[in-house]
Nanobody
């Protein structure tokens, strides 16, 4: 079974920075895709940034120039460096990954979500 665990959230003042981490564990063969999503109260979950195993990245327009996504394939860990935070960045941030893993019956390619980490930005 594969698990994703986010960490690094917290309360920060506007203009501040936070670094989120997402660690994947389990019988992992490879992770083809990893992404950060966020969901604010009363709103739908939205893509923040995503990264492939090869390092190609994509960012939502509202974080371009402020957030940086990265990953350490050897550690099965993804990061999100967030700078110049704004109150509108307040949300629960979730990690998503497409993982190829081994099971008792063979290999399995599936999509996994973490439980989220809360980011609050005060004005």
């Amino acid at each position: 079974q594969v698990q994703l665990v986010e960490s690094g959230g917290g309360l920060v003042q506007a203009g501040g920075s936070l670094r989120l981490s997402c660690a994947a564990s389990g019988r992992i063969l490879s992770i083809t895709y990893m992404g950060w999503y966020r969901q604010a109260p009363g709103k739908q979950r939205e893509l923040v940034a995503e990264i492939t195993s090869g390092g190609s990245t994509n960012y939502a327009d509202f974080v371009k120039g402020r957030f940086t996504i990265s990953r350490d394939n050897a550690k099965n860990t993804m990061y999100l460096q967030m700078t110049s935070l704004k109150p509108e960045d307040t949300a629960d941030y979730y990690c998503n990954a497409q993982v190829l893993s081994t099971t008792t019956w063979g290999t399995l390619k599936s999509d996994y979500w973490g439980r989220g980490t809360q980011v609050s930005v005060s004005s």
